[in-house]
């Protein structure tokens, strides 16, 4: 909309032709469904949390979500198997083994270098 700035003049506004309104559509579908990836692995751990804490107290397991491909179900007892999903399978653990590449040259060639 139309806006106002600090000296008067009215910020011509125009709105997105429909390749950004398509871009725009597409962003948000992608946040979307990371959040609700995100809500939910939120959820398998508050879950995981209150049957290690309380299960035995109350006596007691409130029951994993079964999510349509179970493998996106956090579950403790398969940690060593989500731990390989997610430094081998996600965006986010190879860019942490890039990262860690990329200090373990920098730091041989620095070690080089002083020797």
């Known amino acids: 909309m139309p806006v106002e700035d600090r000296s008067g003049t009215i910020f011509p506004w125009q709105p997105p032709d429909d390749a950004a309104m398509e871009e725009i ?46 493998g996106s179900a956090i579950q403790l007892n398969r940690h060593r198997e989500l731990t390989k999903y997610f430094k081998r399978d996600t965006a986010w653990g190879r860019a942490q083994a890039l990262v860690e590449s990329e200090v373990r040259r920098s730091e041989q060639k620095r070690y080089q270098e002083a020797r």
């Open 25 to 70: 559509g597409l962003k948000g579908t992608q946040l979307i469904d990371a959040l609700t990836t995100f809500q939910s692995y939120i959820y398998d751990l508050q879950v995981e949390m209150q049957n290690l804490l309380l299960g035995e107290l109350f006596d007691r397991q409130i029951p994993a979500r079964k999510p349509v491909d179970p």
